[in-house]
Nanobody
Framework: QVQLVESGGGLVQAGGSLRLSCASSGRTFSTYDMGWFRQAPGKEREFVATISWGGRTTNYADSVKGRFTISRDNAKDTVYLQMNSLKPEDTAVYYC????????????????????WGQGTQVTVSS
């Protein structure tokens, strides 16, 4: 079965950086778009970033544009989220997600398009 395992979360001061990783197994990683979502306490899960199956197309939430970078290494079946200039409002559990259909366009911001989810990794940004 498909498994997504996130790592790299932690506690960081405002202005700092973290890099999240998500290792995929159980299917041909290189043919599926991947995304990152987050959920802060008391809030709904929200879109953060997505990347197309080949890595050519990326899409970001306005709140993270210019600070976060999504990338992937299809040889390692891994997607990354580089987070710079972190703010306290970035504090959340971050989830990796894989689309259910192959060869997407890298634009999907809807949770319903993603069939597979990781367990989440906590990111806490202190002020």
């Amino acid at each position: 079965q498909v498994q997504l395992v996130e790592s790299g979360g932690g506690l960081v001061q405002a202005g700092g950086s973290l890099r999240l990783s998500c290792a995929s197994s159980g299917r041909t990683f290189s043919t599926y778009d991947m995304g990152w979502f987050r959920q802060a306490p008391g809030k709904e899960r929200e879109f953060v970033a997505t990347i197309s199956w080949g890595g050519r197309t990326t899409n970001y939430a306005d709140s993270v544009k210019g600070r976060f970078t999504i990338s992937r290494d299809n040889a390692k079946d891994t997607v990354y989220l580089q987070m710079n200039s972190l703010k306290p409002e970035d504090t959340a559990v971050y989830y990796c997600a894989g689309e259910g259909s192959p060869y997407g366009g890298g634009f999907n911001v809807r949770m319903g398009a993603y069939a597979y989810w990781g367990q989440g990794t906590q990111v806490t940004v202190s002020s």
